[in-house]
């Protein structure tokens, strides 16, 4: 499938151009928006990897982003390590995390497990607020922002930003790396049939833990960029809201895509601003709105929607080799298709 | 190739803080912007940024201050930090205001704070009761906040108890939290070496549905007395358990859930009956207030500019006061500059007329506390009955 | 010891409310299949509305039920325009779809009803009745009665009826289903309609305790949550039951476990959903699955 690959180094070459060139165009508070967006982006991929490629419901994402935060934070503030090197730590200490998370998910399984996930991340700001002489508790942390070296040419907030994005595109290129090889065919053979996927040799057991691991990892380094940007840790940044808003940015930008996790992060970044913009007490009902509309007629995601568009727009043999295929293949799977104009023979 | 282009835009555009006098601030208006929780679980506090928009609405009615209309931008942050870090950001950068005035939330003030006195942008007369904001002056010379914090209202409190009972025996409830932590602490610290003892303590999430079972073991403490440190939801639900079960103690229920409308109606006013609790500005409900000129003043405000408002809500007179305050330091300033505003805030010495008399807003070196006075206040089934003198619990 | 038994008392008291509303969560597991996450904010709009119809002037017994029935209707719109196109599908979307309803149903009533804090009367009377130097309120007694009489009802519904054999068949397997003539879509309909006014009944037992606000079911849910894992997702007694149990043992430990204390008492239903799970994912009540490979 070259058209498709090299379509999606494309696409993967205009946003990393647009990515670049932002910090230029726009001044210190949408740089620093855009700077939290890659954060929440590392997150959803992760994120992304369990529940789009593997099937896994996780309603507990927060949870790792809030030990990857805390992790930077407390070595921060209390242990006076420098904030690059907390990065790996949050990493390493949240990968741990999702280890331990992935052993229910060995036996439990479907909305029972998002139960499991759900109640972890109730319990997350109580257990913040628990540990307060290292947590800070209720007060939080306060954390220095990290400041532009002299010998680079960038304000703050632009520096930031490319350090995040280094960072996001080295995230993202592992993931597409992921889920390109093998463990990419075992996540997909798992998230078909568990039953099968054992039967073809596939270590059910390494594949889940490990998957929750990767997917905290993820969530972690997002969390500890994060910290850098927002410069504050309390009980009350991580409440459900931003379990949910993961996972709301994982299915609007596209279940079982890389690329999806910037367009779910731009939602959740932005969508709560302006809605509140629009009406303060609305804010909540658009966004609600907004999501199950996005189920009613998006159900690939923006990256699905993508996909349409491009395969509308490249040639018309490719888009009749694609319905053709399509149509052998036992039909569309997608709800109210619209049928294929032209039939061929 | 992309390389070098990025390069290159780097070399030439890095960007520039050009220092301007002090924006937010012409000949005509000033730019004020607030970030408050008007969405989420905290919006019943949302009622503050309506008291103060109506304050500022009378100010510019009558010419504003120095001949500037006040222009007051607020953003909802729904009561999450990381969203009023990004509203600081965008109130300061985007919007330019000259000052940021009466963010609410402890955490929400917290999360800014660095970041406000980093870029010596007025964080002025936050709405919390913390006592963060007058106890770091050093660190933190642009934050100020406004209200009496909980260590001046938990000594009123201690106070009363001395006058009253002063072998009380007392059971906390409280929230698991700063504003909770700081009140009870502040309490027990002011009743050290009296009679008054703490013989129960059981705290509550704001996450928990209900507080019945720490109110069951509370009652069974023998203590005489309640002290009663929760927001209004869980207030209301305290004072409705303690009205079924047979302990009848004097119930001490603190200023931010003594609201009539949000905590004693829904309780029942009956079962309020005897609370007592302290105040520091005058209640719209009072009679003694009803010809008072600062009280008509306000009402006839708020029916002017925000009609849908319930002048009984004791929020909006939060909102006023403060924003008065706010008024007065913007007239005192001696050069139209972000620093001029705060060395006038922080000297401070007027009499709103919105607050009881007896209490005043001062600020000097040395005192950062604006309001450090409260009174006691009781309520009689119908409404509040003050009682006493002013108390004042200076740090 | 009247200390414990006061704490059982307590506990069973909120175990209740936390099985009202996990009845009702049962009640769309047992349609649909699914676990609804708005559950608890589409009993706290009910809830709402009763509240609304008691400051029009109607007596509380009226507006009650009146809000049982709208909430009947309700429910079966709710599955009809939002759950119907997604019937069938894959877990992940239809957990998207009932988080985005939450966070609608939620927003939604503050913008109609604002933020505040309001009372609810009980149907119950007040007094509290002392058993031996125990206290029991009325309230708490009436409400364990109503509960098991509801869940009678519903065993009778389920097993004697024919709508309540189509709703069992149907949630075992629609094709079959459908190929004996069920009509799967309006059996589904009943079913929402059926666990909407449980919910709205929930929200009236509930509300007098806890006060009406909109966040007032957000604290409940986990709770509930938990009390149906326990008692088994498809057991409506397993629902009250499991209230009861984990009401009982959340009192117990905070009250006796000193490393719990009043501020990791959210780990009870944490701790409980995962060791079911793990252990007995049926419950206590519940059938067990089979998987045919």
């Known amino acids: 499938m070259t058209g498709d690959r090299r379509l999606k180094l494309g696409g993967f070459a205009v946003v990393l151009v647009i990515a670049l060139a932002l910090p230029f165009l726009f001044g210190a508070y949408q740089v620093g928006q855009f700077t939290l967006v890659l954060c929440y982006a590392i997150a959803v991929l992760g994120l992304n990897l369990l529940v789009g490629y593997g099937g896994l419901i996780s309603l507990g994402h927060g949870a790792f982003f809030a030990l990857g935060a805390y992790t930077s934070a407390i070595l921060i503030d209390k242990a006076d390590v420098a904030p690059l090197a907390t990065v790996p730590v949050a990493a390493a200490v949240c990968f741990a995390a999702g280890l331990l998370l992935g052993l229910p998910a060995l036996r439990i399984r479907g909305l029972y497990l998002a139960l499991v996930t759900l109640a972890v991340a109730i319990a997350v700001p109580q257990l913040i607020k628990r540990f307060d002489a290292l947590t800070g508790g209720t007060q939080g942390l306060n954390v220095p922002r990290p400041t532009t070296p002299s010998w680079v040419p ?62 905290a990892l993820y969530a972690g380094v997002g969390g500890s960029l994060y910290v850098f940007s927002i410069g504050f840790v309390a009980p009350e940044s991580f409440t459900l809201t931003i379990s949910f808003a993961f996972l709301a940015a994982v299915v609007v930008g596209g279940l079982g895509t890389i690329g999806g996790a910037i367009f779910g992060a731009l939602f959740i970044e932005f969508v709560p601003v302006y809605a509140s913009d629009v009406n303060e007490a609305l804010a909540g009902v658009i966004y609600g709105a907004v999501l199950i509309a996005f189920m009613f007629a998006l159900r690939d995601g923006v990256m699905g929607l993508l996909r349409q568009i491009a395969q509308a727009l490249t040639t018309k043999e490719g888009r009749d080799e694609r319905e053709t295929a399509v149509r052998l293949a036992g039909g569309d799977r997608r709800r109210g298709a619209a049928p294929s104009g032209g039939m061929r023979a | 190739m992309i390389v070098a282009a990025v390069l290159l835009l780097a070399a030439g555009c890095g960007r520039d803080e050009g220092g301007e006098k002090s924006p937010g601030i012409t000949k005509t208006e000033i730019k004020l912007g607030g970030s408050y929780p008007f969405s989420g679980p905290a919006s019943a506090y949302k009622s503050i940024a309506d008291g103060a928009k109506a304050y500022f609405d009378l100010v510019n009615s009558k010419g504003g201050v120095n001949g500037r209309k006040i222009k007051f931008v607020t953003l909802d942050d729904a009561y999450e930090p990381p969203r009023a870090v990004q509203n600081a950001r965008r109130l300061v950068e985007e919007e330019k205001v000259f000052a940021l005035f009466n963010t609410l939330g402890t955490p929400n003030n917290l999360a800014i704070w660095d970041y406000t006195n980093q870029k010596k942008v007025p964080q002025a007369f936050v709405a919390t009761g913390a006592s963060d904001w007058g106890a770091d002056p050093d660190k933190h010379p642009w934050t100020i906040g406004w209200q009496p914090d909980y260590v001046t209202e938990a000594r009123t409190y201690a106070d009363y108890l001395k006058e009253n009972k002063p072998n009380a025996k007392v059971a906390v409830l409280y929230q698991n939290d700063g504003f909770g932590k700081n009140l009870l602490g502040g309490f027990e610290k002011a009743i050290g070496g009296s009679g008054i003892k703490v013989v129960a303590k059981e705290s509550y999430e704001v996450t928990d549905p209900t507080i019945a079972s720490q109110i069951s073991k509370l009652a069974a403490s023998g203590a005489d007395t309640f002290l009663n440190v929760t927001t209004p939801k869980f207030s209301a639900q305290a004072i409705a358990a303690i009205a079924k079960s047979d302990w009848k103690p004097l119930h001490i229920l603190n200023n931010v859930g003594a609201s009539k ?116 206040q009781r309520f009689n089934g119908q409404r509040w009955e003050l009682q006493g003198k002013v108390v004042s619990a200076e740090h | 010891m009247e200390r414990l038994i006061q704490t059982l008392v307590d506990g069973v008291a909120t175990g209740s409310l936390y099985g009202a509303l996990a009845l009702a969560v049962v009640l769309i597991f047992r349609t649909s299949g699914i676990v609804n996450f708005a559950q608890g904010e589409m009993a706290m709009f009910s809830t709402f509305a009763a509240w609304g119809l008691l400051e029009a002037g109607l007596p509380v017994g009226l507006a009650i039920l009146a809000t049982l029935g709208l909430s009947l209707l309700g429910g079966m719109v709710i599955e009809r325009v939002l759950m119907r196109p997604f019937e069938g599908g894959d877990h992940l979307t239809l957990a998207i779809v009932t988080l985005g309803l939450f966070i609608l149903v939620n927003s939604g009533a503050g913008w109609i009803w604002g933020f505040e804090n309001r009372s609810f009367p009980s149907i119950f009377p007040d007094d509290t009745i002392g058993v031996g130097g125990v206290d029991v309120p009325l309230e708490s007694v009436g409400i364990v009665v109503l509960l098991l009489a509801v869940v009678g009802v519903l065993y009778l519904f389920f097993q004697r009826t024919k709508l309540g054999l189509a709703l069992r068949a149907v949630s075992v397997n629609p094709e079959s289903s459908r190929l004996s003539g069920i009509s799967v879509g309006r059996t589904l309909m009943v079913g929402w309609g059926i666990a909407a006014l449980v919910g709205a009944l929930a929200g009236a037992l509930i509300a007098p305790r806890l006060f009406l606000d909109v966040n007032f079911m957000g604290g409940v849910l986990i709770y509930s949550f938990a009390a149906a894992t326990l008692g088994g997702f498809d057991s409506p007694l397993g629902a009250i039951v499991g209230g009861w149990i984990i009401g009982v043992t959340e009192d117990l430990a905070t009250t006796y476990v000193d490393f719990i204390g009043s501020d990791l008492k959210i780990l009870v239903p944490l701790v409980i959903i995962l060791v079911v799970l793990l252990v007995r994912p049926a419950g206590l009540f519940g059938t067990r699955e089979v998987t045919r490979v």
């Open chain 1, 154 to 215: 960038l304000a703050d907030d632009q520096f930031l930003y490319f350090l995040t994005l280094a960072f996001a595109i080295v995230m993202f290129v592992l993931a597409a790396n992921l889920v390109r090889g093998r463990i990419g065919r075992a996540l997909a053979a798992m998230r078909e049939s568990e039953a099968a996927a054992k039967a073809t040799g596939v270590n059910l057991a390494r594949l889940k833990t490990g998957a929750f691991a990767v997917s």
């Open chain 2, 261 to 376: 409308t949000l905590v004693l109606t829904p309780a029942g006013l009956d079962n309020a009956k005897g609370i007592i609790s302290t105040t520091y500005f005058k209640d719209p409900e009072d009679p003694k207030w009803a010809n008072d000129g600062a009280m008509r003043e306000y009402k006839a405000t708020l029916k002017r500019f925000s009609p849908r408002s319930n002048p009984n809500d004791p929020f909006h007179v939060y909102g006023w006061g403060a924003a008065r305050t706010m008024v007065t330091a913007l007239k005192n300033m001696k050069e139209p500059t972000r620093e001029a505003f705060m060395d006038a805030a922080r000297h401070l010495d007027e009499t709103p007329p919105i607050l009881l008399p007896g209490i005043e807003v001062k600020t000097g070196d040395g005192d950062g506390y604006p309001i450090e006075a409260m009174q006691i």
